[in-house]
């Protein structure tokens, strides 16, 4: 175990997200037109994988190049509430990365700007300060996290990294430098392990073992997605790690740099390799679900991201961030008034509904990915009568009270609203959510309810259901158990 902050040394992009709604087609072209648009600005690059080990809690120091473009300003506005920055000169435009997105769904990508970090002569006396102040950040971080896009980040500072004593995460990118000799964990993706080891067809575990000999590295841990990710020692044991739970259909973008980021902290702290990468494939998994870094907002009103400690938390969309609490205050907050409140500010309004007797895994993952589709969510339960019309003379198990007061305790819940018929057509009708949700198998002209979602303009989004997990199921466990 060490002390001392995590040190990102890496290449920092600027990520715009411009979202709408796509109805129709261009007339003269195939293609579709998004209306209806609002930006979301954001780091990228070794700017998220920073932000994002920043959300852990711990002291961050960035290394990177940056730019006095727009961009370049933006970006630094964006980091600098959340971590320390070490700025290196930046030669050409800030990279930037603009997503067109409609529904949660990527249409189209713009990449600009052709900045990369000063490595020649030319400027090398004025860029001393800097290369000062960051090998000495090398040398006294508790752990490293390289963030290599090619842009020469990684490059100006190799020398410093490979004699660090620190534990060193390397996280590779097809353009990227060939990590350093020494490295405590390199992570590359599936594709990028082949790419690596230079082995077209290798499985996992090939590419992991022979990455790990070649590049003269305690661990390789290779990432697979929805499958978790396999780590091998340097001359010992594959490790498979499956993902907590699964979690399909999702915006992964940026999963990587939340798997690194955790994987290095853990390593600082005294974790094994294997231990590491469980904890990393844990908390990938939960960003994935929360909706990956489409979900990273900035909240502050200058645009800036909240931080550090517990305020950099609320710089990410997963559970414990209320995008719109400040305005209502510390109070129980009804539908309406957070209704009226993401309208104001231009949001997405995100609403399911259903019983919710004896809540379990199934109900809260269903929660948290329908809340990760917009900017807050509320739930609609049916009251006790409701339940018995619908379940039957034994149900509720938990009344609606009850019921009402443990869905508003869950962080991914904005407002919780009771209604007494047998659908909650009427409660769609006042608050009108953007986006509806349901659990299971169901279409959507099943659904009663999915007529009045169309009159409020929003859509119905169907969720795949965790298997295994119902309330039927637990109450047999419990009957069986007497």
């Not at 070794?46 to 961009?71: C, N, S």
């Not at 490293?144 to 896009?149: C, G, K, N, R, T």
């Not at 800036?304 to 305005?327: D, I, K, N, Q, Y």
């Not at 009344?399 to 009402?404: L, N």
Request: hydrophobic share 40%.
């Amino acid at each position: 175990m060490r002390r001392g902050p995590l040190v990102v040394v890496g290449d920092s992009l600027l990520d715009v997200d411009v979202e709408g709604d796509a109805e129709r087609l261009c007339p003269d072209a195939p293609v579709p037109v998004v209306a209806g648009t609002r930006e979301h600005r954001r780091p990228g690059g070794a700017g998220l994988a920073a932000l994002l080990a920043a959300d852990e809690g711990t002291e961050v120091v960035l290394v990177t190049a940056a730019g006095d473009d727009e961009p370049g300003l933006r970006l630094r506005e964006l980091l600098s509430g959340a971590v320390e920055t070490v700025r290196l000169p930046l030669s050409g435009g800030t990279v930037t990365k603009t997503r067109i997105r409609a529904r949660g769904q990527t249409l189209l990508r713009v990449d600009t700007g052709d900045g990369r970090a000063e490595t020649g002569e030319c400027g090398g006396r004025a860029r001393g300060p800097e290369l000062r102040r960051a090998t000495d950040a090398i040398r006294n971080a508790g752990a490293i996290l390289v963030s290599d896009y090619g842009l020469g980040t990684a490059a100006v500072l190799r020398e410093a990294l490979a004699g660090a004593t620190a534990p060193l995460v390397w996280d590779p990118h097809p353009r990227g430098l060939t990590p350093v000799p020494g490295c405590a964990l390199v992570t590359p993706s599936e594709a990028e392990a082949r790419l690596l080891c230079g082995e077209a067809h290798a499985s996992p575990e090939q590419a992991a073992r022979r990455l790990a000999r070649d590049l003269d590295a305690e661990a390789v841990a290779v990432t697979l997605g929805a499958r978790g990710a396999g780590v091998a020692r340097r001359g010992g044991r594959f490790t498979q790690v499956p993902p907590p739970f699964p979690v399909t259909g999702a915006d992964t973008c940026g999963a990587g740099d939340r798997f690194a980021g955790t994987a290095a902290l853990a390593l600082r702290d005294g974790s094994s390799a294997e231990d590491a990468v469980k904890a990393a494939v844990g908390q990938a998994t939960r960003f994935v679900e929360g909706g990956g870094a489409a979900a990273v907002r900035s909240l502050a009103p200058d645009g800036r991201f909240s931080g550090p400690g517990r305020s950099a938390r609320l710089a990410v969309r997963e559970p414990g961030e209320r995008l719109f609490g400040p305005e209502l205050g510390d109070r129980p907050r009804t539908p309406l008034e957070v209704a009226e409140v993401v309208r104001a500010r231009g949001g997405r309004l995100v609403a399911t509904g259903g019983c919710f007797d004896l809540l379990h895994s199934g109900h809260v993952s269903l929660l948290r990915r329908a809340r990760a589709l917009g900017d807050a969510l509320i739930v609609c339960v049916n009251s006790d009568e409701s339940v018995r019309r619908l379940k039957g003379p034994s149900r509720p198990v938990v009344g609606e009270e009850d019921r009402v007061e443990v869905l508003r305790a869950l962080e991914c819940v904005d407002a919780v609203a009771v209604f007494g018929e047998s659908t909650p057509t009427s409660l769609i009708e006042r608050i009108r959510p953007d986006v509806w949700v349901k659990g299971g198998d169901y279409t959507e002209s099943d659904l009663p309810e999915a007529e009045a979602v169309r009159r409020a303009g929003g859509e119905t989004v169907i969720l795949p259901l965790v298997p295994g997990q119902s309330t039927t199921n637990l109450i047999a466990a419990a009957r069986a158990a007497l």
